[in-house]
């Protein structure tokens, strides 16, 4: 993410219960994306956050409870905070040098998160991936290889859900929507086209999609802001 973020919420959900990500129910995943937002959000400030969450819908409530909202948002901004369900970080910003990101920083915590049967990660950002760093293959500092050492080789059921296009930099400049399809594609490459979502506000209906069809192409609500409406 810019500098100018602060919220990367690592959400990893599936999309049905079961092992076919892309067949998880669609309510299911609209719950879950409107309760972190609920209780761990910080507004349009850029956090990350990763969510074990039950495939029994009847046992969601129990990841709520197990970690509370104060205690989850009022963690300093050079901590990251880990809980029983959660983890969760802000950017954190080292001053003449460089910031690391919120879905970085998360990520390097999420192994501590407990793996349990029958339970889906879920990596929630409030922005879509930048281009300039998280998901650009050849900076060091990326997501990707994160993605696939601590989450693909982990977890059965996982899954990345954003609720705001990354599509200005910190000054403002508007990232061309190509750049920013680029960046989900590689996101996409690394984590896996059918896992996927973003979730956004439609004249008062709260909707989540998958990013991706069956032939591999994006969603345009996934690529552009023009979608969201307030």
Same mark, same amino acid.
């Given at each position: 993410?810019?500098?100018?973020?602060?919220?990367?919420?690592?959400?990893?959900?599936?999309?049905?219960?079961?092992?076919?990500?892309?067949?998880?129910?669609?309510?299911?995943?609209?719950?879950?994306?409107?309760?972190?937002?609920?209780?761990?959000?910080?507004?349009?400030?850029?956090?990350?956050?990763?969510?074990?969450?039950?495939?029994?819908?009847?046992?969601? %409530?129990?990841?709520?409870?197990?970690?509370?909202?104060?205690?989850?948002? #009022?963690?300093?901004?050079?901590?990251?905070?880990?809980?029983?369900?959660?983890?969760?970080?802000?950017?954190?910003?080292?001053?003449?040098?460089?910031?690391?990101?919120?879905?970085?920083?998360?990520?390097?915590?999420?192994?501590?998160?407990?793996?349990? &049967?029958?339970?889906?990660?879920?990596?929630?950002?409030?922005?879509?991936?930048?281009?300039?760093?998280?998901? *650009?293959?050849? %900076?060091?500092?990326?997501?990707? *290889?994160?993605?696939? $050492?601590?989450?693909?080789?982990?977890?059965? =059921?996982?899954?990345?859900?954003?609720?705001?296009?990354?599509?200005?930099?910190?000054? =403002?400049?508007?990232?061309?929507?190509?750049?920013? #399809?680029?960046?989900?594609? %590689?996101?996409? #490459?690394?984590?896996? %086209?059918?896992?996927?979502?973003?979730?956004?506000?439609?004249?008062?209906?709260?909707?989540?999609?998958?990013?991706?069809?069956?032939?591999?192409?994006?969603?345009? &609500?996934?690529? $552009?802001?023009?979608?969201?409406? $307030?």
């Amino acid at each position: 993410m810019a500098s100018l973020s602060w919220i990367a919420v690592v959400l990893t959900f599936s999309l049905s219960v079961g092992n076919n990500l892309a067949a998880l129910d669609q309510n299911y995943l609209t719950t879950i994306v409107q309760q972190i937002m609920n209780k761990y959000g910080r507004g349009d400030r850029q956090y990350s956050i990763a969510v074990t969450v039950p495939e029994d819908k009847t046992k969601l %409530h129990e990841v709520f409870d197990s970690d509370k909202s104060t205690a989850v948002k #009022e963690y300093e901004n050079g901590v990251v905070y880990v809980g029983t369900n959660v983890v969760a970080a802000k950017p954190n910003f080292i001053p003449g040098s460089y910031t690391e990101h919120a879905e970085a920083r998360v990520l390097d915590k999420v192994q501590e998160l407990a793996n349990k &049967e029958g339970y889906i990660l879920i990596i929630y950002s409030y922005y879509s991936p930048c281009g300039a760093k998280c998901t *650009d293959k050849d %900076h060091k500092f990326n997501i990707l *290889d994160k993605i696939k $050492d601590k989450v693909k080789n982990i977890w059965k =059921e996982y899954a990345f859900v954003f609720t705001t296009v990354f599509d200005r930099t910190s000054t =403002e400049e508007k990232i061309p929507k190509k750049q920013t #399809e680029t960046a989900l594609s %590689h996101l996409a #490459e690394a984590i896996g %086209h059918d896992k996927i979502s973003a979730c956004y506000t439609e004249k008062n209906d709260f909707i989540c999609l998958n990013c991706y069809n069956n032939k591999k192409e994006v969603a345009p &609500e996934c690529i $552009d802001n023009f979608y969201y409406y $307030d």
